[in-house]
């Protein structure tokens, strides 16, 4: 089974990718997970911790909610040893790909990224394919969201949407010369979807389909009914005015401010 996980700032395009590679023929892909979002994303407080019933609990609400309960008894009912736990929840996304009679998944959770680490430790031929996304543009679809949908998203203040993103986007740098880490520019994906597809396939070492230009009709399987912020991504590819819609001149001189120090030239191509 190749396992594959996208991950990234939220709102960088990832739901969008991930509708992408599930249009192909050969490759599974389900809702996001969150399985390891349980944990701490402090890696010295993680080590140190034990896995509770909450992990489970997320585990087998999922598989529940997205009629998956035929692999329910497949997960680990409780253990001391997170790596062990962690194995046992990919092999449960395995059998839900078998039972798809598919070879390759695709698992899309952006806030795996604090945990690529972790899943790595189990599974040393896991891909993990980072979104970046342009700073300010980001920040805005992320500030947009958070100001929307408070429940889901934690950043209401656009001084907490910036951190998030600098917080974020330097994890994924830490990992540009680490095994099996992608990087992809959504910026790519909206001006060459095909020729940015190409190349990805390649690093995949999985033959490019051209199927997964007809990513609409995949995108809404992979949306839950509360993920409203989703909606547009069976819409065409372009891209977004937020930044300027949104924005006054005093927030964006804060934000050109906070944000002058990034450089994203590290992860083109």
């Given at each position: 089974m190749k396992r594959i996980f996208i991950v990234g700032v939220a709102r960088s395009g990832t739901t969008l990718l991930q509708s992408m590679l599930a249009a192909h023929p050969l490759i599974n892909s389900f809702p996001e997970t969150h399985f390891f979002t349980k944990f701490s994303k402090n890696k010295i407080i993680r080590f140190f911790s034990f896995v509770y019933k909450k992990e489970n609990q997320n585990v087998?609400?999922?598989?529940?909610?997205?009629?998956?309960?035929?692999?329910?008894?497949?997960?680990?009912?409780?253990?001391?040893s997170k790596k062990k736990w962690v194995k046992k929840v990919l092999d449960v996304l395995d059998l839900i790909s078998n039972d798809a009679e598919k070879k390759i998944w695709v698992e899309k959770t952006p806030m795996h990224l604090y945990y690529t680490d972790l899943i790595f430790s189990v599974d040393e031929n896991a891909t993990f394919i980072h979104v970046i996304r342009n700073a300010k543009d980001n920040v805005a679809s992320l500030f947009e969201a958070s100001n929307k949908y408070p429940q889901h998203f934690r950043q209401n203040k656009l001084s907490d949407c910036i951190n998030r993103y600098k917080k974020e986007i330097k994890i994924s740098k830490s990992n540009k010369y680490s095994k099996n880490h992608i990087f992809v520019r959504y910026e790519s994906i909206i001006k060459e979807p095909k020729k940015t597809?190409?190349?990805?396939?390649?690093?995949?070492?999985?033959?490019?389909?051209?199927?997964?230009?007809?990513?609409?009709?995949?995108?809404?399987?992979?949306?839950n009914a509360e993920e409203k912020w989703k909606s547009k991504n069976s819409n065409d590819l372009s891209f977004s005015n937020k930044y300027n819609e949104m924005f006054d001149s005093e927030q964006k001189n804060i934000i050109s401010s906070k944000l002058k120090n990034i450089d994203l030239s590290v992860f083109d191509d």
């Amino acid at each position: 089974m190749k396992r594959i996980f996208i991950v990234g700032v939220a709102r960088s395009g990832t739901t969008l990718l991930q509708s992408m590679l599930a249009a192909h023929p050969l490759i599974n892909s389900f809702p996001e997970t969150h399985f390891f979002t349980k944990f701490s994303k402090n890696k010295i407080i993680r080590f140190f911790s034990f896995v509770y019933k909450k992990e489970n609990q997320n585990v087998l609400s999922y598989l529940k909610k997205n009629n998956f309960d035929n692999n329910v008894s497949f997960v680990p009912k409780y253990t001391f040893s997170k790596k062990k736990w962690v194995k046992k929840v990919l092999d449960v996304l395995d059998l839900i790909s078998n039972d798809a009679e598919k070879k390759i998944w695709v698992e899309k959770t952006p806030m795996h990224l604090y945990y690529t680490d972790l899943i790595f430790s189990v599974d040393e031929n896991a891909t993990f394919i980072h979104v970046i996304r342009n700073a300010k543009d980001n920040v805005a679809s992320l500030f947009e969201a958070s100001n929307k949908y408070p429940q889901h998203f934690r950043q209401n203040k656009l001084s907490d949407c910036i951190n998030r993103y600098k917080k974020e986007i330097k994890i994924s740098k830490s990992n540009k010369y680490s095994k099996n880490h992608i990087f992809v520019r959504y910026e790519s994906i909206i001006k060459e979807p095909k020729k940015t597809l190409l190349n990805l396939f390649s690093k995949l070492n999985i033959e490019y389909d051209n199927r997964v230009l007809e990513y609409k009709k995949h995108a809404a399987k992979l949306i839950n009914a509360e993920e409203k912020w989703k909606s547009k991504n069976s819409n065409d590819l372009s891209f977004s005015n937020k930044y300027n819609e949104m924005f006054d001149s005093e927030q964006k001189n804060i934000i050109s401010s906070k944000l002058k120090n990034i450089d994203l030239s590290v992860f083109d191509d």
